[in-house]
């Protein structure tokens, strides 16, 4: 039930990009992406609604396909501070409480 | 923005002890809440939902005699977690919800000794 990530792990040199996977069993009314440093809490990116939208600011963006039940996020031109676990969280109730399964997370290390 | 505070931050306390984490939404109301615990180097697992002014709704596999949820008022949900043993040391993450989405508090750092 547990959304899978892929991949696990991923170290990346300052500068080059990374696309991170989500994929989930079940049909999804959202999906939301978070960076959780070590002992902190997660912090929010970004939400996409069902839909299939993409979103993104900055270098940092995200794509949903409702049909596979997928979403990635692309991180482009990465800097030191991108470094940490990416958790998506996906949502499967039609918004009714929104309450958030969260994926098996990729840890990103972005060395200079 | 959206703070979302959480007390204490750390807290260590002898097995048998009941210990009470608060959880507030300092700008906004939230009438849902959440809670998850998470281990280290795992992924956040979602414990229960807070409803304000009803009884909490908790996940499959979590006892709510030991995590006792309560949604008092529209800033204010508290976990208690009670008799707690070694094993319940965690990290324990409070969230808000304002809409669609989730803001989260800092996290309480147990260890039951």
């Known amino acids: 039930q547990q959304p899978v990530q892929s991949p696990q792990a991923v170290i990346l040199r300052e500068g080059e990009d990374a696309v991170i996977n989500c994929s989930s069993s079940?049909?999804?009314?959202?999906v939301h992406w978070y960076r959780q440093k070590h002992g902190e809490a997660p912090v929010f990116l970004m939400i996409?609604?069902?839909?299939?939208e993409q979103k993104g600011h900055d270098k940092i963006s995200a794509s949903f396909n409702e049909k596979k039940q997928q979403s990635s996020l692309y991180l482009t031109a990465s800097q030191l501070s991108y470094s940490g676990t990416y958790f998506c969280?996906?949502?499967?109730?039609?918004?009714?409480?929104?309450?958030?399964?969260f994926g098996t997370g990729t840890l990103l290390a972005v060395q200079p | 923005g959206a703070v979302v505070s959480q007390h204490p931050s750390r807290v260590i306390c002898k097995s048998g002890t009941s210990v009470k984490i608060e959880c507030r939404s300092l700008?906004?109301?939230?009438?849902?809440m959440f809670w998850y615990r998470q281990f280290p180097k795992q992924s956040l697992m979602l414990m229960a939902t807070?409803?304000?002014?009803?009884?909490?709704?908790?996940e499959q596999g979590v006892e709510k005699d030991k995590f006792l949820i309560n949604h008092a008022s529209l800033t204010l949900s508290t976990l208690t977690v009670t008799s707690a043993h070694p094993e319940d040391s965690s990290f324990y993450i409070c969230?808000?919800?304002?809409?669609?989405?989730?803001?989260f508090g800092p996290g309480t750092r147990l260890t039951v000794l």
């Open positions: 079940k049909a999804l009314y959202s």
């Open positions: 807070s409803n304000e002014g009803s009884k909490a709704t908790y």
């Open positions: 969230s808000a919800r304002r809409e669609y989405e989730q803001f």
């Open positions: 969280g996906t949502s499967s109730d039609g918004g009714a409480t929104n309450k958030l399964i």
């Open positions: 996409l609604l069902k839909g299939g």
């Open positions: 700008d906004f109301q939230a009438t849902t």
